[in-house]
């Protein structure tokens, strides 16, 4: 009786091996089918240069592709927005505020594309709103650094427009493939200073100066540089330098914790005084997030005072 009592046990138990199995098969085949259909939705995304504007790609591209007159027209200007954070707790803060002229110090008209936030070498970079890796860059010899991109449809941010959020000077690069899906509050990268310096940079082209410290280090600090552009299109064009979406334009990543339009440069910047300080969404070390029901946070985790 033992024996058989000891025998139906065992089977028992093997079942519930086998079942735990199977479970972790399907969620590991359920995963990788909603990756790779991740994947190919964002090539079938993806389209040539030839079908963006020379606006745009005058706008967003590089070096001689450069063209300020556009950029400011697609949204490369001050607009006087500041984060405001919870007096509950400690965030960290922004030391290279957005669409900064950089011109004196690049030898040339100039303007900073997002925002830099300081943090130790190593900090958690976190996805501010679900969405699904679209980019990687190692930017090798760029003073971008190491950097992934990240797309958001509406649904992930609650805005009108399809987003892309930047996050460069990585210390690595993230064990992330093209295609997969993050939420909001994942770590997606960590903090650090890769990419060349502006003293650096004229040193190797013959443009810029400096290194964007007082004091002309040319070692910089350890900060993410975050970035946001948005279009009404899903459509965008990529290589192996850049991503410039269809229609592109340029957010101050302050705009992007808004809870309602205008999100454009030019009609933030309109806005009267009283109406620029943006209250910021956030997810303390512990995992709340405030408020509960947002869908976008401060790409840093907060701490209580």
């Given amino acids: 009786m033992l024996r058989c009592h000891y025998r139906t046990k065992t089977l028992v138990n093997a079942y519930r091996v086998l079942i735990a199995l199977i479970i972790i098969f399907c969620f590991v085949a359920i995963v990788s089918y909603a990756q790779e259909s991740n994947r190919q939705n964002i090539e079938n995304d993806r389209v040539s240069a030839s ?52 011109s004196r110090k690049r030898g040339r008209e100039t303007y900073h594309g997002g925002i830099d936030i300081p943090a130790p070498q190593g900090t958690p970079i976190l996805a501010v709103a679900d969405g699904v890796v679209v980019a990687k860059f190692m930017n090798e010899g760029n003073p971008k650094g190491i950097e992934i991109m990240l797309r958001h449809n509406p649904e992930d941010t609650g805005h009108p427009m399809w987003i892309y959020t930047q996050y460069t000077h990585l210390l690595e690069m993230p064990a992330l493939d093209i295609g997969q899906r993050v939420r909001m509050g994942q770590v997606i990268g960590k903090t650090s200073n890769s990419g060349i310096s502006g003293r650096e940079a004229k040193r190797r082209y013959g443009i810029g100066g400096g290194s964007g410290r007082k004091g002309g280090s040319s070692v910089r600090r350890h900060a993410l540089h975050f970035g946001v552009i948005y279009s009404k299109s899903r459509k965008y064009m990529k290589n192996e330098k850049h991503l410039i979406p269809v229609d592109a334009y340029w957010m ?54």
């Fill in 252 to 305: 101050d990543p302050n705009a992007l914790y808004r809870k309602f339009p205008p999100f454009d440069s030019a009609s933030l910047k309109a806005l009267p005084e009283n109406q620029k300080q943006v209250p910021i969404p956030y997810i303390l070390f512990s995992g709340e997030v405030v408020p509960v029901d947002t869908k976008l946070i401060w790409p840093y985790s907060c701490s209580q005072k």
């Fill in 51 to 102: 079908e963006l504007k020379r606006e745009v790609i005058n706008s967003f591209g590089k070096g001689r592709r450069n063209n300020p007159k556009f950029a400011k027209k697609r949204g490369m200007i001050p607009t006087g927005l500041t984060p405001k954070f919870d007096e509950r707790v400690d965030c960290r803060g922004i030391d290279e505020y957005w669409a900064k002229d950089y």
